[in-house]
DNA sequence: AGGCGCATCAGCCGATCGGTTGACGGCATG
DNA sequence: CATGCCGTCAACCGATCGGCTGATGCGCCT
């Protein structure tokens, strides 16, 4: 890929006024062609397939063919195309995976337009490009490929999360296990971590699917 | 039993502090006899078969026996003792069940001293006493015999729960579906009451317990 | 002895949640 | 056509949560 030619482009992103968003930006700036757009992940795959863009713009969340399946289909394709997810509003828990799908970088829309320029063209080439607060939580998380995060809760913590699955508040938690809401705040902060949540309500689903609850 | 017989009591709670305050107040009070104590449900089945007590002050939730299998275990015996649920802090999700499970009535701990006595006469006579909360409680909740209550969540509702249980909060849910944040809380509220619950972590136990989820 | 995980606690903060009240249009059911 | 459910929205409020920093004591393993 020389120096002049345009780094072609596939945005992907279920409401289509950020499509036409970057569409714009991207086509106002030199050295950008934006080839087409997709609406979902399988729509993604398919348009990737035909059109071979350099880059991959995706949002994760869609309706209708999640965007971390497209990833991993498309890596998993042998495409060429690099994938940059773009999310929009902030970190969530879908990041590591996407990560792990074979994203080359990630970042937030709201992250200033030069950042995106800069960041298409990173991973154009191949360069990882993570926004600050993905990369800080990478860091925190440098674990083996593919290892879907299974610390094991302490008792303490999963009787605390018991309660939080009925509906208790932390007061209430406190009075039942006779300790401050000081300790059941620092329970659940811990147990948030381990589980890869970050609030009660995920912590409860997430030990669900894990077979800690019900 | 006439109106000189005192009432016998067993005071059942995990708590020693809890026992000791409920004897203190009973047995300074005319018209009362504590006859014993008990730490859990099923210490609380053993002692009431010998002690035959006229009424059994019941805690819900202790470790090594709940309340409710005690309340059940002892009326299905055809025990002659009525028994007055007494809940640490509010009401829980815990109410319908202990009620069901042939509980004479059911109130708060924080009740005033005279209220708990009232309490306890109305349920040595067999009448049912509620605490108000309680009472709200149950005549929103006429439910048939047994009936888990199990009123349908809407296709949006079921849609905003599945976000809830992501961790996703009321700002990026309204994103996400391009609704409002005030109509996402309206939902919110609306799926707690029916699922019966007072928060977010609470129905993504029940949304999963119930097969809503997963 | 030192390190590490667990459990306990404090105080502060901003962000978020849940409750409440009230409102409007659409659509179906009766 | 009246009633009810659904979906949408607003504004306000107190309560709660989650993050942060920092600290102590205990038991276990090396």
Redesign the interface.
């Known amino acids: 890929m020389t120096d002049d030619a345009p780094i072609t482009l596939l945005i992907v992103d279920d409401h289509p006024v950020v499509r036409d968003g970057l569409r714009g930006m991207f086509e106002a700036a030199p050295g950008f062609r934006v080839l087409d757009e997709a609406a979902n992940g399988v729509e993604a795959v398919e348009k990737a397939a035909g059109l071979d863009p350099d880059v991959i713009l995706m949002d994760l969340?869609m309706p209708g063919g999640g965007g971390v399946a497209a990833i991993r289909e498309l890596t998993r394709g042998g495409a060429r195309a690099k994938v940059l997810v773009l999310t929009?509003?902030?970190t969530?828990?879908d990041t590591l995976p996407a990560i792990e799908a074979g994203a080359t970088g990630y970042l937030l829309k709201d992250a200033p337009r030069d950042d995106l320029f800069n960041a298409v063209r990173a991973a154009a080439e191949g360069r990882t490009v993570l926004s600050p607060a993905v990369a800080s939580r990478l860091v925190s998380a440098v674990r083996g490929p593919g290892a879907p995060r299974n610390e094991p809760l302490s008792a303490r913590e999963r009787e605390v999360l018991a309660l939080?699955?009925?509906?208790?508040?932390n007061r209430?938690i406190a009075?039942?296990l006779?300790i401050s809401e000081a300790t059941v705040k620092t329970h659940l902060t811990h147990l948030y971590a381990k589980l890869g949540?970050?609030?009660?309500?995920?912590?409860?689903?997430t030990a669900?699917?894990r077979g800690i609850?019900?």
């Open positions: 969340r929009t509003y902030d969530d828990s939080v699955a009925k509906g208790t508040s209430e009075r039942e006779f949540v970050k609030d009660r309500a995920a912590a409860v689903a669900y699917q609850l019900g």
